[in-house]
């Protein structure tokens, strides 16, 4: 692995396949255990499960999905996940949802998650998408931060309340 003097890590970006489900599910699964912290109303196997695998067989599948991974050395490191939405009949604008986006922990903060979100706002822009939106989690600061970085604003707050039984 071969580091810039400013300490970023160039990964190769690309459409993942099919034969690239086991690790992205592997590297999901540490996303969900990030935001376990936070919610703990995940469903933690998902991942694996028969909805998680049929979520990112359709990412890698279907028209409006994507599903884009960054390898080093030939190793996968990360993915990014996503869709073109229907917009909302009192909304204009085309928009796509970054969905779920993770790198492994050891090539955090290398620029690897930046280039992933550059390929996503490329793949968005030849959709001919108008608007981005990602969700984080309030908790989740430094996702927050990354995101702004990378020319996010925050829009909405949703709050949420459970129910008492």
């Not at 590297?27 to 919610?39: K, P, R, S």
């Not at 939405?85 to 922990?105: I, T, Y």
């Not at 981005?132 to 931060?145: L, M, S």
Request: glycine share 6%; net charge negative; charged share 30%.
């Amino acid at each position: 692995m071969k580091k810039s003097p400013d300490g970023s890590i160039h990964a190769r970006v690309r459409s993942a396949g099919l034969p690239d489900l086991a690790t992205i599910q592997d590297i999901n699964y540490e996303l969900f255990l990030i935001d376990y912290d936070w919610h703990q109303d995940l469903n933690i196997e998902w991942p694996y499960n028969e909805d998680g695998l049929r979520y990112f067989t359709k990412c890698i599948e279907a028209e409006d999905y994507v599903l884009l991974v960054a390898e080093v050395d030939n190793r996968i490191v990360g993915y990014v996940a996503g869709v073109v939405k229907q917009p909302f009949s009192a909304e204009k604008g085309k928009r796509a949802e970054l969905e779920n986006m993770c790198v492994l922990e050891e090539y955090r903060s290398h620029g690897i998650g930046g280039q992933l979100v550059d390929a996503f706002m490329e793949w968005a822009k030849d959709k001919e998408v108008d608007i981005v939106h990602v969700i984080a989690y309030t908790p989740n600061e430094r996702a927050i931060n990354f995101y702004k970085k990378k020319g996010f604003s925050p829009y909405a707050l949703n709050l949420w309340q459970k129910i008492k039984k």
